[in-house]
């Protein structure tokens, strides 16, 4: 009975700690994605925590300075009123219209086809 209870705890332990690693990198390799569903509230609230990210002064609006280095077109265009800052109205509203461009069949989720068709049309 000790025998058998041992071995029974032994392959329990050998599935632990298994490294899924080379399962990842076959994926990778395949450049397979897991499909996903976002929401609108879900895409805003992730849009909120970026804002605040970029807002390193955290004084409510992103300035010049704190754009990342490369093309910020995209945001350089959320500033409506052309004041060289955009504000958090002016980012949410934006990335709110950005998930409504995104969401094809208006269901209120963005499917990651939706994501990728929306992509083809840029």
Excluded: H, W, Y
């Amino acid at each position: 009975m000790r025998l058998v209870l041992g071995l029974c705890a032994l392959m329990a332990l050998a599935g632990c700690g298994t490294d899924d690693k080379a399962g990842n990198a076959d994926a990778a390799a395949a450049d397979f994605v897991p499909p996903s569903v976002m929401s609108r509230l879900d895409f805003g609230s992730a849009q909120e925590r970026r804002f605040q990210r970029l807002d390193r002064n955290a004084d409510g609006k992103i300035t010049n300075d704190e754009l990342p280095r490369g093309d910020n077109s995209r945001l350089l265009a959320l500033d409506r009123d052309g004041n060289g800052e955009i504000g958090s109205v002016e980012f949410s509203e934006g990335a709110l219209a950005r998930f409504d461009a995104m969401d094809l069949n208006k269901d209120g989720t963005v499917t990651s086809e939706e994501r990728e068709t929306s992509r083809g049309g840029r």
